[in-house]
């Protein structure tokens, strides 16, 4: 199995904030829409530790059958719709990946 985590820090755009329901829906519609995806979870950060969040306000976590469904989840064109929607609200990205049994 292979973990793929991402946190995102979203900006202010044209005066307008993101519309992160949107983003979940449309991250949660991978599991059935993408091969290779064993498990998915996405939610909106609700820590109470706001001092270690960094502005960091959605968090997606993938489970993959092996590194090489992640490999081609990148270049999928549901995964690089929501890149170019998301895109210019993006201010930072983390990600972690590892394999794990």
């Not at 210019?88 to 990946?97: C, F, G, K, L, S």
């Amino acid at each position: 199995m292979y973990e793929h985590i991402v946190l995102l820090k979203f900006k202010e755009h044209n005066g307008t904030a993101v519309n992160y329901e949107d983003a979940l829906k449309t991250v949660n519609s991978f599991k059935a829409s993408i091969p290779g995806i064993v498990a998915l979870s996405a939610g909106i950060n609700v820590s109470e530790e706001t001092e270690n969040t960094h502005g960091f306000s959605l968090a997606i976590r993938i489970t993959f059958e092996d590194q090489q469904a992640c490999r081609d989840y990148a270049p999928h064109p549901l995964h690089q719709q929501l890149l170019q929607d998301i895109g210019p609200w993006i201010e930072d990205v983390v990600v972690a990946d590892y394999s794990f049994n």
